[in-house]
Nanobody, 119 residues
Framework: QVQLVESGGGLVQAGDSLRLSCAASGRLYSSAIMMWFRQPPGKEREFVAGIRWGYGTTNYADPVKGRFTVSRDKTENTVYLQMNRVKPEDAALYYC????????????WGQGTQVTVSS
């Protein structure tokens, strides 16, 4: 099973940028989807962005389109979430996950990294 470790969270000022990383151990198949989810305080966990490990095709939730970019480095087995023009509503615990479909529950999750936004 793939193990995922997130890093890069912290305190960021609204309007600034932050980059999250997710290091994966274990084999990632080309068909695997690497995903970012987030859970704001008191709210449900929600999908943020995803990238197909092999082809690199991406998918974004509407609230982050045009501001966030998901990418991967296959040599480092790492996925990134570049967060630009951060808003207060982006504050959440961000999780990295992997699975084979956007329509099924991920099979592996990281422990999460906290993003706090000051306005």
């Amino acid at each position: 099973q793939v193990q995922l470790v997130e890093s890069g969270g912290g305190l960021v000022q609204a309007g600034d940028s932050l980059r999250l990383s997710c290091a994966a151990s274990g084999r990632l198949y080309s068909s695997a989807i690497m995903m970012w989810f987030r859970q704001p305080p008191g709210k449900e966990r929600e999908f943020v962005a995803g990238i197909r490990w092999g082809y690199g095709t991406t998918n974004y939730a509407d609230p982050v389109k045009g501001r966030f970019t998901v990418s991967r480095d296959k040599t480092e087995n790492t996925v990134y979430l570049q967060m630009n023009r951060v808003k207060p509503e982006d504050a959440a615990l961000y999780y990295c996950a992997t699975g084979s479909s956007y329509y099924a529950s991920p099979t592996s999750w990281g422990q999460g990294t906290q993003v706090t936004v000051s306005s």
